[in-house]
């Protein structure tokens, strides 16, 4: 593993550039088709840390995966699974995820993750599943993992909040259909990360679940039963914004192929942002690019939908010649890293004039101050590859644990150097 990546200074970038498929799309299909009788195939399989922890964790589970490259075939089997102990490594989506999943069956599982994903939030959840009779036993500390969880769950209706990581609300949505009368969720607090609740339903629908009923503060899915299905997973919406970001930041044209018109995941939102900053966007029905003459300005923006893109507009929004605030982001200091406090420090080593605000961040123009360095990537893969990206525009910046990206991106590096020039 090498301990540092040196980012050396680009001139323009012309590129088209492939991303992985969907980390959250993968890992919702994989829930769905663990939980359906008969065959599924899912195509365009990401090759990230967190989709590879929860293929194995179905796997543990008992059910039949055939995996091949980019291709997995899995044969479901509904929740009775046999006793494990799983590992989720870095991924709050597939701990979030496997805590419901395995709620399911009656023999107790254990779910563990590395260090900092034992520091992140998972009250809410184990809050809703104790409501639906769900045993739960902590090993260290209450609230976090690792935890023992045995089911099977005999309630109808949760009640919980919606501002820590709508992560919660995805992961009970995608057993409601497997509980006797099916479940309802009321939500106490404004939901955050919405589109990802939009998703958790559209691959439910994938998978035959339909019926979902929705309002901002309810959702009722019916009792049911997944069926197999067939599904490609298009590209990571969020891991694209790193080499459109490139174009903005570098100046250039950028192409990321198959996140057109029609993308499903809220983090295609992406490109629109940077219009609004100055560069031109088109989309067709396959493909979005991004071109910029480098001239970009500030924006105001509230990122409570698309919080993973924090750290790309962040990095952007220093290039820019006008101030820019992020706002409606607090919750974001329990993803990876503290998203709003390790970024402004790490990006303040490299001269960016950047402030912490309750909920989001202020950057202004930093073009003047800016210089090369050595900075951290707190086991956070987006906070290494939008530092990647600043350094491609700064020159010399020096980042440290630069592997963090196998958790969504294991070939950024490799793209980095290929794209730029
Ligand atoms: O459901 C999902 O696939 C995700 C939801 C979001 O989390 P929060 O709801 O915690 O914001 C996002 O940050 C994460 O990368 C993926
Ligand atoms: C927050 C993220 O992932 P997760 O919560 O699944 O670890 C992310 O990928 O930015």
Redesign the pocket.
């Known amino acids: 593993m090498s301990t540092t990546m040196r980012v050396a200074p680009s001139g323009r970038i012309d590129a088209v550039v492939a991303v992985p498929g969907s980390?959250?799309i993968a890992?919702r299909a994989l829930v769905c088709a663990a939980l359906a009788d008969g065959t599924s195939t899912l195509s365009n399989l990401p090759d990230g840390d967190?989709t590879t922890a929860l293929l194995a964790a179905v796997e543990a589970l008992g059910v039949a995966v055939t995996h091949d490259g980019e291709r997995a075939v899995i044969d479901g089997h509904g929740g009775n699974w046999p006793s494990a102990t799983l590992h989720a490594g870095?991924?709050?989506?597939?701990?979030?995820f496997l805590t419901a999943l395995v709620a399911l069956g009656s023999t107790p599982i254990t779910i563990d993750g590395d260090p900092p994903?034992r520091g992140?939030p998972f009250g809410p959840l184990l809050d809703a599943l104790t409501q639906l009779g769900v045993g739960i036993e902590f090993g260290e500390q209450p609230g976090h993992l690792p935890l023992t969880i045995t089911g099977p769950p005999n309630g109808t209706g949760v009640s919980l909040r919606g501002d820590v990581?709508s992560?919660f609300v995805s992961a009970l949505m995608m057993i409601g259909p497997a509980i006797d009368n099916g479940l309802v969720i009321e939500l106490t607090s404004p939901l955050v990360s919405v589109p990802y609740v939009d998703l958790t339903a559209d691959v439910m629908g994938w998978f035959g679940v339909d019926g979902i009923e929705r309002t901002h503060d309810r959702i009722a899915v019916p009792h049911g039963s997944y069926r197999a299905g067939e599904v490609t997973i298009e590209p990571d919406a969020?891991s694209a914004s790193y080499p459109l970001a490139l174009a903005a930041v570098c100046g250039g044209r950028v192409t990321v192929e198959g996140l057109g018109l029609g993308a499903l995941q809220g983090d295609a939102r992406f490109a629109d942002l940077l219009a609004s900053m100055g560069c031109a966007v088109t989309r067709t029905t396959s493909a979005v690019t991004v071109e910029s003459g480098g001239v970009l300005r500030g924006i105001d923006v509230d990122m409570s939908d698309i919080?993973?893109l924090v750290p790309t507009v962040a990095i952007v929004a220093a290039c820019a010649s006008s101030p820019t605030r992020i706002r409606g982001v607090g919750f974001?200091r329990a993803?990876?890293s503290d998203?709003l406090g390790d970024l402004t420090n790490e990006l303040r080593r490299l001269g960016v004039d950047i402030d912490e605000t309750d909920d989001g961040l202020e950057i202004r123009p930093s073009a003047e101050g800016w210089h090369g360095g050595r900075v951290d990537t707190h086991h956070?893969?987006?906070l290494a590859m939008a530092f990647g990206v600043l350094g491609s525009r700064i020159g010399d910046v020096e980042v440290a644990e630069p592997d963090v990206v196998s958790?969504?991106w294991p070939g950024f590096w490799q793209m980095l150097s290929a794209v730029t020039t």
């Open positions: 980390k959250s890992n967190d870095l991924a709050g989506t597939t701990s979030r994903l992140r990581s992560q969020s919080s993973d974001i993803k990876e998203r956070d893969h987006r958790k969504s």
